[in-house]
């Protein structure tokens, strides 16, 4: 749609519907965490994906406003826990804005000293290559520097629910 003077107005979907859109999307449950001088922080956090495997790239996204972001956002290197259906726990508390999120949490650090959390599904330490700012987040993308999967079956998310993703069934 354009004006007289030549510019496209801008129509944006109703906020309720796109709530709606986002709980028909399925996604892994990570905690990212980094080490905030020798104090380890963290967040839970959806907005992850693996951008290529030659070279591992990662990508994390952090809202602006979360507690967490400008430990993150002045780290050289984080770490990527993918929670497993074991973390139920876990999850609990690094969605809060607890002050002491590692109180009694089970961790070591990784070999670019990055907390990497016990019972996870899978876990990598990464290095920050980009910091992109989109909107109210930003977009971390990272080279994996190391990686550790286990047979625990991941958590998943949608709807606001926790799920078993070792339980889907397969289609076809």
Known sequence: MSNDEGTTAQIEPDLNVMKQVNRQFISGVTVVTALDDQTPRGLAVNAFSSIS????????????????????????????????????DVVSVFATKAPDKFSGLDWAPGPFGSP????????????????????????????????????????VYSAGKFFDGGALSPLG
């Open 53 to 88: 495997l030659e070279p591992p790239t990662v990508m994390v996204a952090v809202q602006r406003t979360s507690s967490t972001h400008d430990c993150l956002y002045r780290a050289r290197h984080l770490a990527i826990n993918i929670l497993s259906t074991d973390q139920l």
């Open 116 to 155: 990497l959390i016990n019972r996870s599904g899978a876990q990598m330490e990464v290095e920050i290559r980009e910091r992109l700012q989109a909107s109210t987040h930003t977009v971390f993308i990272c080279r994996v520097v190391h990686a550790a999967v286990s047979d625990r079956p991941p958590m």
